[in-house]
Each structure stands twice: as structure tokens, then as C-alpha cells.
Nanobody
Framework: QVQLVESGGGSVQTGGSLSLSCKAS????????MGWYRQAPGKQREAVAT???????NYVDFVKGRFTISRDNAKNTVYLQMNSLKPDDTAVYYC?????????WGQGTQVTVSS
């Protein structure tokens, strides 16, 4: 059973930090492109950061220099370290696994950044 479970969301002040975790089951994260997406109220879901099986990372411009995606293959877990958080980062954050044949999503975790 393929499953992604996010954790680590919460509420912080502007400039604060959070670390999100995505624990995968049923497949190995090191073999696929993994990503973090987010969706704010009234906004489209957007890709925040991705990491490939070759450890190539990509970030949306708004989070470059502030967020870091990483992966621990032994723990089968993907992380998103978020620093210098801004109110516009407020959203539900979703973990994503991208396969050739499709993709899988986690349940989401709320991140709220107050001014």
C-alpha cells in the first residue's frame, strides 16, 4: 500500500522556521522524484520543491534560499526545512511522489505564519 504521511506543520511568527517530514510506505523514496506542494486559500496548488532520485533539487522562486528539500533513504522520509517564513507561506503543504505511471499525495499538513 503506497502511502505518504506528513507531519511537522504548525503556527510560527514571521521569520520563524519549521521542518516538515513525509514518511513514505509501500515504495522507496530514493527511486523517484519527491516533492512538496502547497495550497493556500483561493490559490492554485503549486510545487514548492522537488528532489529527484539523483538528488537534483528544484525550488519555486519564492522559496529559493529559504527552503531546503532533502531525503533520508534509510528512513524512507523526505523533509522540507523552511526558514525565514513569511505570511505568504501560509498554506496546506502536501507531500508528493511522482511515478512514471502517476503520483501519490499525502494528507497535508497546515503551516500558518503570522505577521
Amino acid at each position: 500500500q503506497v502511502q505518504l504521511v506528513e507531519s511537522g506543520g504548525g503556527s510560527v511568527q514571521t521569520g520563524g522556521s519549521l521542518s516538515l517530514s513525509c514518511k513514505a510506505s509501500g515504495f522507496f523514496v530514493g527511486r523517484f522524484t519527491m516533492g512538496w506542494y502547497r495550497q493556500a486559500p483561493g490559490k492554485q496548488r503549486e510545487a514548492v520543491a522537488t528532489i529527484t532520485s539523483a538528488d537534483t533539487t528544484n525550488y519555486v522562486d519564492f522559496v529559493k534560499g529559504r527552503f531546503t528539500i532533502s531525503r533520508d533513504n534509510a528512513k524512507n522520509t523526505v523533509y522540507l526545512q523552511m526558514n525565514s517564513l513569511k505570511p505568504d507561506d501560509t498554506a496546506v503543504y502536501y507531500c508528493n511522489a511522482r511515478f512514471i505511471t502517476g503520483q501519490t499525495w499525502g494528507q497535508g499538513t497546515q503551516v500558518t505564519v503570522s505577521s
